[in-house]
């Protein structure tokens, strides 16, 4: 599914819509309109999504589906079957940014999570990913937790998960580097609720 992510005012989202600081190092986009057309449910659907301090993540305020065939009519049943979660999962990566350098420079380089992820669906590059792990405990480590957590948790995935399959690490340990991040004050305004379904 391909989906078209903008700001409020139908703008490109770049880092200059990223004016929501989450956490110690993410910048956000406070709002977006994804769009995305199901070809085979014959719906166009655009979501438009909040980013909420209290609740940690994107929460989905608008939705709006439209028939892009005459033989579909937009009813329960039909949009039932669209996966808005799914949306703003795939919409969320290209709102949250960061730097790796030194954030109050104006010239320093802002990236989205999408901009970072490599054509194989990962966010940090394997020799990166060992060396995180290698290492131990330290500032590199609690910059890539952060960078790992705020990618899943505002989109609304499981941030252990993406932990484990990026770095390479079991459950427990992906658990207690989250639990020590946020205990070092690293994942603030940020939180995955496990309980929520991810289907939309």
């Known amino acids: 599914m391909k989906v078209d992510v903008k700001t409020l005012d139908g703008q490109e989202v770049t880092w200059r819509a ?29 979501v438009t999504a909040r980013y909420v301090r209290g609740e940690g ?26 996966g808005m979660q799914a ?9 949250i940014f960061l730097t790796l350098e ?3 420079d104006p ?3 802002w990236l989205s999570v999408d901009q970072l992820t490599t054509s194989g669906g990962r966010i940090l590059p394997p020799m990166l990913a060992a060396e995180v792990v290698k290492r131990g405990a330290g500032e590199a480590r609690m910059e890539v937790v952060e960078l790992l957590y705020g990618s899943a948790a505002l989109a609304g995935l499981p941030p252990a998960k993406l932990l484990q399959q990026e770095l ?4 427990r340990t992906a658990s207690q580097w989250i639990i020590d ?20």
């Open 57 to 82: 993540r994107y929460l989905i305020k608008v939705v709006t589906n439209t028939a892009v065939r005459d033989d579909v009519e937009v009813n329960y049943p039909t949009v039932a079957k669209v």
């Open 168 to 171: 390479g690490i079991p459950h």
């Open 107 to 109: 010239k320093a380089r």
């Open 18 to 46: 990223a004016t929501e600081p989450v956490g110690s190092a993410l910048r956000i986009a406070p709002a977006f309109i994804a769009t995305a057309s199901d070809a085979a449910l014959g719906v166009k659907t655009a």
């Open 102 to 104: 030194d954030e109050d």
């Open 181 to 200: 991040a946020r205990k070092a004050g690293r994942l603030e305004g940020m939180k995955y609720n496990a309980g929520r379904p991810a289907g939309g």
């Open 87 to 95: 949306i703003v999962q795939m919409a969320a990566p290209r709102c």
